[in-house]
């Protein structure tokens, strides 16, 4: 089957830096990305990584080592309104040529002053 | 910039009862989805359509689930006969492409059955 793996939660301090790490076993991969979802709120796009590196998107960059199964996403200068869900990502191959995209749990980012 | 848009935000319906959930896509965008998300759990794939059929579904998305794109801005799902478990956050989604870019998520409908 397929499986993605995240912290459940995690707290940080306003002005830090947090990790947020992400694992996965899946047949196939087409990419990994990286959501942001406030509570009762859609997921919203962060980033995008297909290729081994760092992808940088001013206080957000993540991570990935597709050898590893493994990404992270890095949030800087934390800001209270950064409080919220982080869900990891991986597209697939799927039948038919077509890909399919798959959530994680998300991990509950809880920053405080 | 432009948005995935669901209609309506919050249904109320009873057990039984057929609901037809509405999503107008992205204009440009070819590829469409269903996911849905429980209260307090991931979000779950239900569904991907291209080209105006089914590309893929999950094992949750059984006879009592279609989905249909009448026109040319449109993609509705529909949930026959619904169950007190069908309750969720449901979410649109639309992508430019298959490979390369992200899914863009309207903001979705809550459904509470029953």
């Known amino acids: 089957g397929q499986n993605i793996d995240q912290p459940t939660e995690m707290t940080a301090t306003e002005g830090a830096i947090v990790q947020i790490n992400c694992t996965y076993q899946?047949?196939?991969?087409?990419?990994l990305f990286w959501y942001q979802q406030h509570a009762g709120e859609a997921p919203t796009f962060l980033s995008y990584?297909?290729?081994?590196g760092l992808e940088e998107k001013g206080r957000f960059s993540s991570f990935l080592s597709r050898s590893k199964g493994y990404s992270y996403l890095l949030l800087k200068e934390l800001q209270m309104k950064d409080s919220a869900s982080y869900l990891c990502?991986?597209?697939?191959?799927?039948?038919?040529?077509?890909?399919?995209?798959?959530f994680g749990a998300g991990t509950r980012l809880a920053v405080h002053p | 910039e432009p948005e995935v848009t669901q209609t309506p935000s919050h249904q109320v319906t009873q057990m039984g009862q057929e609901v037809i959930l509405r999503c107008v896509p992205i204009s440009n965008h070819l590829y469409f989805y269903w996911y849905r998300q429980i209260l307090g759990q991931k979000v779950e794939f239900l569904v991907s359509f291209y080209n105006n059929e089914i590309s893929e579904k999950s094992e949750i998305f059984d006879d009592q689930f279609s989905v249909e794109r009448p026109d040319g801005s449109n993609f509705t799902l529909k949930i026959r006969s619904t169950k007190l478990e069908d309750s969720a956050m449901y979410f649109c989604?639309?992508?430019?492409?298959?490979?390369?870019?992200?899914?863009?998520f309207g903001n979705g409908t809550r459904l509470t059955v029953t």
């Open positions: 990502a991986v597209r697939f191959p799927f039948r038919g040529g077509y890909n399919k995209l798959i």
């Open positions: 990584n297909v290729l081994d």
């Open positions: 899946t047949s196939g991969f087409n990419g």
């Open positions: 989604a639309s992508s430019a492409d298959r490979d390369n870019s992200p899914l863009h």
